[in-house]
């Protein structure tokens, strides 16, 4: 399966964007999908994950309550909405797809998108 994200940008602290991942070339209900984030400097780290159906979610502390994963299974896309967003959170994005199962570490995920910049200034 194919990965493209989109949606990243500039944004002043406490605004909101919203990332979009479509894929293509698979069975979209058959993957696991997860947005993922590296800052300049850091290890890579996990943001949000959604399950086939969409009916199980789970997101790292950092983002609780301010980002959400959905998944539009009929347009094979995955999205992530972020409001409340700190410079913390500038970091390059990507999304990624697995059939491995929900829940699972980065190392899990098959298929990667190019990443999109997200960049939060205070």
Same mark, same amino acid.
């Given at each position: 399966?194919?990965?493209? +994200?989109? %949606? $990243? %940008? ?5 605004? !909101?964007?919203?990332? &979009?991942? +479509? ?6 209900? !058959?993957?696991?999908?997860? =947005? /993922?984030?590296?800052?300049? $400097?850091?290890?890579?780290? /996990?943001?949000?994950? @959604?399950? =086939?159906? $969409? %009916? ?5 502390? &950092? ?5 959400? @994963?959905?998944?539009? *299974?009929?347009? *094979? ?5 972020? *409001? ?5 959170d500038t970091a390059v994005?990507?999304? +990624? ?5 929900? $829940? ?7 298929? =990667? ?9 205070s």
């Open positions: 399966v194919q990965l493209q +994200a989109s %949606g $990243g %940008g500039l944004v002043q602290a406490g605004g !909101s964007l919203r990332l &979009s991942c +479509a894929a293509s070339g698979g069975t979209f209900t !058959s993957y696991v999908m997860g =947005w /993922f984030r590296q800052a300049p $400097g850091k290890e890579r780290e /996990f943001v949000a994950t @959604i399950s =086939w159906s $969409g %009916g199980s979610t789970d997101y790292a502390d &950092s983002v609780k309550g301010r980002f959400t @994963i959905s998944r539009d *299974n009929a347009k *094979n896309t995955v999205y992530l909405q972020m *409001n409340s967003l700190k410079p913390e994005y990507y999304c +990624a797809a697995t059939k491995s199962g929900f $829940g699972l570490p980065s190392s899990a995920y098959d298929y =990667w998108g190019q990443g999109t910049q997200v960049t939060v200034s």
